[in-house]
């Protein structure tokens, strides 16, 4: 299998005295489902964006699909992003304009400035829209304005946004954080099934670890800044929850202990 993204030796530091990322190395295959799961303040977020550039690592080599990220041009970057979907916690809608409208912004990565102003999309391009947004359930909101929307519902519409890039990548920034259990189960059940059926490769970051550990083939986990877990889901246990978590981890301690309840008998998860 081909690594679509790699980081070699990348640190992050913010001002003088935040050290975010220190040292960070990983590669992710084409087609993986990874989480990255670790305390608040761990750098989760940072390591997330800094794989499409919208946090500038402060050292280190960053390679998606073989170009180098950070040593990109302006216009290298735009072409670059147009293969990295991202997914926001909070959606990033704009709210008065409708599903399909907010859809298609995610092809402007594609357009000069003024087609882009001026609305221009093609044919097929909606068509693409409107079949995406059938296939995540949406297909009667489609000229809802967003602010009609649930939260569950606007999710979908900000997966439709990252998915009509035709990416390689989904990078997704606490997707579920704002959701209930029901809805996330839906938004994480659309992640998985986008990563196998299409072979996007999706990277999510979780405040959950039950849900990280049932829906991934792969869990980074994160602490002050470096990654001290890379691997299997099943290889989590109380010993790594430690130190991921540290003194935050009898919170996660409790998720484990239901998880193993769930696991089946080659020692993955039940979805
Ligand atoms: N723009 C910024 N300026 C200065 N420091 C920052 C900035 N963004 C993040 N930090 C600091 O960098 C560290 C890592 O933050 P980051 O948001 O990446 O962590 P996180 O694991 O995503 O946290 P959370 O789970 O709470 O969202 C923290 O100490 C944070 O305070």
Not at 62 to 73: E, K, M
Not at 158 to 187: T, Y
Not at 208 to 235: C, E, F, H, W
């Amino acid at each position: 299998m081909t690594m679509l993204l790699e980081f070699k030796q990348v640190s992050k530091q913010y001002g003088t005295d935040t050290k975010a990322l220190t040292d960070v190395n990983f590669a992710v295959k084409e087609g993986e489902f990874v989480s990255i799961i670790g305390p608040s303040g761990a750098g989760k977020s940072t390591l997330l964006r800094c794989m499409n550039r919208m946090i500038d690592a402060s050292s280190g080599k960053i390679l998606f699909n073989g170009s180098d990220i950070l040593a990109c041009t302006k216009q290298e970057l735009k072409r670059l992003r147009t293969q990295m979907g991202m997914v926001f916690q909070h959606y990033n809608l704009v709210n008065r304009l409708s599903v399909i409208e907010n859809v298609l912004h995610g092809r402007l990565g594609y357009k000069s400035t003024l087609e882009g102003v001026l609305g221009l999309y093609s044919k097929e391009e909606r068509h693409q829209a409107y079949t995406i947004l059938k296939t995540l359930g949406l297909e009667e909101q489609v000229y809802k304005r967003c602010d009609q929307l649930s939260g569950g519902q606007k999710q979908r519409v900000g997966i439709a946004r990252a998915l009509v890039q035709n990416p390689k990548i989904l990078l997704c920034d606490e997707p579920i954080a704002s959701l209930d259990p029901n809805a996330s189960k839906v938004i994480m059940d659309h992640l998985r099934n986008i990563s196998t059926t299409m072979g996007i490769t999706v990277i999510v970051n979780l405040h959950q670890v039950d849900t990280a550990l049932k829906y991934s083939d792969r869990v980074l986990g994160v602490n002050k800044g470096t990654i001290v877990y890379d691997g299997n889901p099943s290889g989590i246990n109380r010993e790594q929850l430690a130190r991921i978590y540290g003194s935050e981890m009898d919170e996660h301690q409790e998720e484990l202990d239901e998880l193993e309840e769930l696991k089946e008998p080659e020692g993955s998860y039940a979805r």
